[in-house]
């Protein structure tokens, strides 16, 4: 029921009234946070420097893994720049208000909601494979 009440606040967001983006975003995090934070304590762990490592060389995957995305769109032709860029046009922070939701609302109540709720629950409750299910049903509902 609630990954189909965040499902409906992010579907809000991104596509039924995206010019309001920066306002609906940050509230639909804010309010999955609240709604975790009313059902499971947010643990907040000290990270040792292999998880930093970790972290950090995820993200620069991550980011190469984009960039050689957009590089591959671009000298393949494939008919898809024009959404990829009206999808970054919409998300990037233009504002800094957006910075501010960004860096304390929208990343926390991704981790909070996503990996820190959904995520133990799932995992809880099921095998590590729907463990894994719930990270990919995450990822995905990005994706649309």
Do not use: C
Not at 105 to 120: A, N
């Amino acid at each position: 029921m609630v990954i189909l009440l965040a499902v409906m606040l992010l579907a809000v967001s991104f596509m039924i009234i995206p010019s309001y983006f920066w306002i609906l975003f940050p509230f639909s995090l804010f309010s999955l946070s609240i709604y975790s934070w009313t059902f499971e304590k947010p643990q907040v762990k000290k990270l040792h420097i292999l998880h930093w490592l970790l972290s950090l060389s995820s993200g620069l995957f991550l980011y190469l893994l984009f960039a050689f995305g957009k590089w591959f769109i671009e000298i393949s032709d494939i008919p898809l720049m024009n959404q990829l860029q009206a999808l970054y046009e919409l998300v990037k922070p233009s504002d800094l208000l957006h910075y501010i939701w960004l860096f304390i609302v929208v990343i926390p109540g991704e981790e909070w909601f996503w990996r820190g709720f959904i995520v133990e629950r799932v995992s809880k409750k099921t095998t590590m494979y729907k463990a894994a299910f719930s990270v990919r049903f995450y990822t995905e509902e990005h994706i649309l």
